[in-house]
């Protein structure tokens, strides 16, 4: 893919510098949807880098600022193509700043605009209220909450542990509108 640049960040395809930077997140990561990609070992790291950088599913997000990968988004299409699953995964010494908001609104536009994407979703855990409030503020709709769900842990007993989760979406004539309501804000 093309870079992409904001204000504060770059958002580019993922390479094998990235490795730390990648670690230091996925070493213990956060959001238990993310449990599957837990990483070991700076060599782990590069490898998944590498892995991730021979394709635009997966985008690295740089802050200029602080010369570092902080985050990644992805996008994973559908049978069709038209409809993509989106999501992101950022640091969390880097919370509360706006990042997800920025990288993923740019992200979004990029989608919807230059590849003209019909439909995006993501799927949020009901305990990850960070999320949810970010798919909010980006125009998705909650469209369902699924009840035991996904699992992605296990008790002491080894049962599964079962997740609520809901779902989001935008389709692109929302986001265009919701474009179009900004301009007419700022005119």
């Not at 010369?67 to 995964?89: C, H, K, P, Q, Y």
């Not at 798919?135 to 035991?148: D, N, Q």
Request: hydrophobic content about 35%; proline content about 2%; charged content about 30%.
């Amino acid at each position: 893919m093309e870079e992409i640049r904001t204000e504060r960040l770059v958002l580019r395809n993922f390479q094998a510098e990235d490795a730390q930077d990648l670690l230091s997140y996925l070493r213990d990561p956060r959001p238990s949807c993310f449990f599957s990609q837990r990483l070991q070992n700076l060599d782990e790291a590069e490898a998944e880098a590498i892995k991730r950088g021979g394709s635009d599913e997966h985008i690295a997000v740089y802050s200029s600022e602080h010369r570092r990968m902080i985050g990644d988004l992805f996008a994973t299409a559908d049978e069709e193509g038209d409809t993509l699953s989106v999501g992101w995964n950022f640091n969390s010494d880097y919370a509360g700043r706006g990042y997800a908001y920025e990288a993923a609104r740019a992200m979004f536009r990029w989608l919807f605009d230059e590849r003209q994407i019909r439909r995006l979703y993501a799927y949020v855990e009901d305990n990850n209220l960070a999320s949810q409030r970010l798919c909010e503020k980006l125009g998705m709709r909650r469209e369902g909450l699924f009840l035991e769900f996904i699992s992605f842990t296990k008790d002491e007993a080894g049962h599964p542990l079962y997740e609520n989760t809901m779902q989001y979406a935008l389709l692109r004539r929302e986001w265009q509108h919701r474009m179009q309501g900004s301009v007419d804000k700022e005119a």
